[in-house]
């Protein structure tokens, strides 16, 4: 398995179908491109101006949706010289695009509107705690 790099995160700008009713807003479909297999779906709700991370996953591809609101993502790595890199994206209603997250890539994320953001992540497998890896937000790894 060869290094993951900041790279190697896709933005896939999807479709919303404008409906008086209420919109219809594409995800994610098994022959799309950074679709992994599925593990499993889940929600998660962060308040404007809260953040959640850091959070690495060495299993876990995430496919991260944010259909209610706009959440700010920030992923981090070291390079070859130790030095921090950061790539910072801003999706949801906005800018409505899907997120492909390789695994090895350390990320944390701010909600950006009122009252809540919700946060889809369709992952290619269930969630298992020994997979993953944690870092305190105290740890101050970026200047939110």
Not at 87 to 98: A, F, K, M, Q, T
Request: hydrophobic letters at 40%; charged letters at 25%.
């Amino acid at each position: 398995m060869g290094t993951t790099d900041l790279n190697d995160i896709l933005v896939t700008k999807l479709s919303k179908i404008e409906i008086d009713k209420g919109n219809v807003m594409h995800a994610i479909k098994a022959n799309d491109i950074g679709y992994a297999g599925f593990g499993e779906a889940y929600f998660s709700l962060i308040k404007k101006n809260e953040i959640k991370g850091w959070k690495l996953h060495n299993k876990m591809v995430m496919n991260l949706v944010v259909p209610i609101g706009n959440v700010k993502f920030v992923f981090y790595q070291k390079n070859q010289d130790s030095l921090k890199e950061f790539r910072v994206e801003s999706i949801g209603e906005d800018n409505y695009c899907r997120l492909t997250v390789p695994t090895g890539i350390w990320f944390g994320f701010q909600g950006l509107s009122e009252p809540v953001n919700v946060v889809l992540n369709v992952s290619n497998i269930e969630h298992n705690a020994k997979e993953q890896e944690n870092m305190k937000l105290s740890d101050e790894i970026f200047n939110w």
